[in-house]
């Protein structure tokens, strides 16, 4: 049975409902038509009053979800877009994120955020949102790149006591399947090694590891071994994972498919810069989408973003520094 | 007319008790934020201080109305509430102070303090937010079948003006949750009058674009206010959804002690909206309810008593130590980004 990263959310949330009661979902659209994407499909039948459509509030939404946690629940919430959480931003970074911190509230708080680029979707269904979340203390911020980890670090983040950013790439949506869903899984935090190799290290996460696993395969054709390291999440983010493959490499590049200036890449240089310099024989390098919005036809958004071709000529740059 | 005291007196017989309750809490409240001001003044709070002189019968009246188990979000001048609904004196203090001691150990102070899991919710100072938490927390009980719990979240006529106040206001009434949603209107946000904040006629207006019910009093009133908070509290104890209260009242202190409030119409301060919520009430104590000027004098003292205990005891706390400090915003210790730079 082949499953798609899509039905792995779905499945991952149908279990949580099942494992424990003090899971609910509430968000846009989610209950009887079963979300925007069909990721919550079946769930309001399955679990009656437990998957609760919301008015267009993004605040309330989250604010609510904040108030149910103290309340002792687990909400896993669904903001339609990752680009509309803007919207229910202050409830995350100022509320959720501080709850804890200040009181000793625990905030366990899913906020799940359809995010990144798809071809025609323009500049407001498009964002990834994973940099701006990380920058704040008190949230974790997962970004899974393949169908298992979309289902087992979702069941992770209900489980987790804390507020949990999920960044869920909708290009992946329907093109990513597996054969089944995992019975074990590698705990959020830590990276993995999604292609090994001696030559060059390309650190990326989300739908940017199938880019990057695309590039390894080509530049395989000309004698170039890469490595893709998958973050899997941004925050915490594995450092010793990163800096021990650029300790097999001597050559950094990172990638995302954010806007390009500060961000996650930008951390993974710093942290190689400061922690493994003596491990780089070339200077590190950066590859992001451009900075603009993201922009709306496909043949403008297919060079606004990374792809797989643009990170071999990047690589190839690496490589005769 | 009858007055609110006659009124309401008919109805419940230990109105008399309420009352000098009601009025003790706000003595106390105004005692001790008179305290807080003067060690302000004198160097010995960081950060700010918010009165809620003037306020102090609609913020007692709220907490006099609600049970253990329901959940109040104050916000900035709900110091009565505050102090009647779950908060110790020391716990105040230590939030002003910033005692390593009490709920907010120095991490956050003043207005910000609360303990959420006993019902008893912790403002952040964006405003409105505080609104869908709490419907939230009421969602959350609907779910587990918790029945005849209400929850009562405070703003003021500048807070109305917020997105997240209409979507939290919606949010309850759209779900009938049994959320009260009390509005001081105090004339000013910081030194924005209320003409910058609202267009329409009247604030208690909107309760009816919400599709809930809007209760207006007078917020200089305690008895006014004691009456109508009761009546919101329990058609929303009872199932008859969201409720709004709109009081109409004047802030009698700056936002913060940092402002000398020189903005404020002169005027208004000679309107039944300047009058001071307190001195009415020990007005109403003495003439209408045969209360003795000694005995108020008594209360005083002892209120006196109280915050000076509490303040003193506080400042033989320690103060919050940076080395012994966790610096760790998770719960999950073990998600903890180690990597400093």
Known sequence: MSITYLEAIREAQAKALADDPRVFIYGQDVGDFGGAFKATKNLAAEFPGRVLDSPLSEDAIIGAAIGAAIEGMRPIVEMQYADFSTVGFNQIVNHAATLFWRTETPCPITIRLPSGGTKGSGPFHSQNMEALYAHYPGLIVMTPATVEDAYSMLLEAVAIDDPVIFCEHKYLYYHLKAEGLPLEAEPVGKACIARPGRDVTVVAYSAMVHEALEMARELATEGTEVEVVDLRSVKPLDTDTVLASVARTGRLLAVGEAFPWGGVTAEVVARVATAGFGLLDVPPQRLNARDTPVPFHPNLWGTHRPTARAMAIAVRELLRL | MVHAIERAAAVAGSLKETY???????????????????????????????????????????????????????????????????????????????????????????????????????????????????????????????????????????????????EGVNLAAVERLPLVIVIANNQYAYSTPASKQFACRNLADKAAGYGIEGLSCDGTDLAACLETLQKAVTRAREGGGTQMVFASLLRLAGHGEHDDALYVDAGLKRTPLGRDCLERAECALLDRLGTAPKQITAWRAEAVRQVEEAVSAVQHEAAPNPDEEDWCALSSRYLIDGFTC
Not at chain 2, 26 to 34: F, N, P, Q
Not at chain 2, 119 to 127: N, P, Q
Request: glycine share 14%.
């Open chain 2, 20 to 166: 000098i309750t009601a009025y003790r809490w706000m003595l106390l409240a105004r005692i001790s934020e008179e305290k807080y001001a003067s060690l302000y003044r004198g160097g010995k709070i960081h950060g700010s201080v918010f009165l809620g002189k003037g306020q102090e019968a609609l913020s007692v009246s709220i907490a006099m109305n609600l049970r253990k188990g329901d959940i109040f979000a104050p916000l900035i001048r709900d110091q009565a509430g505050r102090l009647a609904f779950a908060e110790t004196l020391l716990d105040s203090t230590r939030a002003y102070l910033g005692s390593r001691q009490g709920p907010m150990r120095g991490r956050d102070g003043n207005v910000h303090r609360g303990r959420p899991r006993e019902g008893y919710f912790a403002m952040i100072s964006h405003l409105g937010a505080m609104i869908p938490a709490v419907a939230g927390a009421l969602l959350a009980r609907r779910m587990k079948g918790i029945e005849g719990t209400v929850g009562v979240a405070s703003i003021g006529e500048g807070g109305t003006s917020t997105g997240a106040f209409h």
